[in-house]
């Protein structure tokens, strides 16, 4: 089975633009969630979907959004980008009744 | 909500010395899994565990679960340069439905 793909890599924004980061799972997985990773941080939970569905959310501000289609396929969305928005989105999915998160490689973004 | 305290932070040792990271939480836990990340890489789960006092062995990787389920560790024994990375605890509080809390990872250098 191919891994989970995110799509892009890399990215590099100014401050107060938007920016949309996508997420394909794992065929048959149903649950994908997405973290940020900064050095200070760790790895901070922002939120979980499951049939098209948010099933958890994390403690970021409202200009994290994030949505997931009939596919399984999930995006995520920051609008207004801040400086201390640049950090590495990672997703990650499970299977149906799984606990174990497969991540993705990651989309590394850099706000200026 | 969930926390988890891992320490330490960082460790350096040399080749062929032990490691051991440890995972704290002041709640009782569901279960416990560890994940890897390799320099410019991504979270790569490597155990579950969820029973109390479990012991479970990867060739030089000892992971343990406390007896009260509260805590957890990783061993690795005869570390070698492809241990470098920096390895997460993850944890499920016992209270349904919640997503995955990462500890803030321990850093492995290890010196030829």
């Known amino acids: 089975k191919a891994g989970v793909t995110q799509t892009p890599r890399y990215l590099i924004k100014t401050r107060g633009q938007q920016v949309t980061l996508s997420c394909s799972p794992i065929?048959?997985?149903?649950?994908v969630s997405w973290y940020q990773q900064t050095p200070g941080q760790g790895l901070q939970f922002l939120f979980e979907?499951?049939?098209?569905?948010?099933?958890n959310k994390g403690n970021f501000p409202g200009r994290f959004s994030g949505r997931q289609f009939s596919n399984s396929r999930s995006e995520m969305n920051v609008s207004t980008l801040e400086l201390g928005d640049s950090a590495l989105y990672l997703c990650?999915?499970?299977?149906?009744?799984?606990?174990?998160?497969?991540f993705g490689p990651g989309t590394r973004l850099l706000v200026l | 909500g969930q926390q988890v305290m891992q320490i330490p932070q960082y460790q350096h040792v040399q080749e062929g010395e032990d490691f051991t990271t440890y995972c704290n939480s002041s709640t009782t836990l569901s279960n416990i899994q560890w994940y890897k990340q390799r320099p410019g890489g991504h979270p790569v789960f490597l155990i579950q565990?969820?029973?109390?006092?479990e012991v479970k062995k990867q060739k030089r990787l000892t992971f343990q679960f406390g007896e009260a389920k509260k805590n957890s560790s990783l061993h690795i024994t005869a570390t070698q340069t492809t241990d470098v990375g920096t390895y997460f605890c993850?944890?499920?509080?016992?209270?349904?439905?919640?997503?995955?809390?990462f500890g803030k990872g321990t850093r492995l250098s290890v010196i030829a």
């Open positions: 565990l969820v029973k109390s006092g």
């Open positions: 979907y499951f049939s098209e569905t948010q099933r």
């Open positions: 993850a944890v499920h509080s016992l209270v349904g439905n919640t997503p995955l809390v």
């Open positions: 065929s048959g997985h149903r649950s």
């Open positions: 990650a999915s499970s299977s149906p009744g799984g606990e174990t998160q497969y």
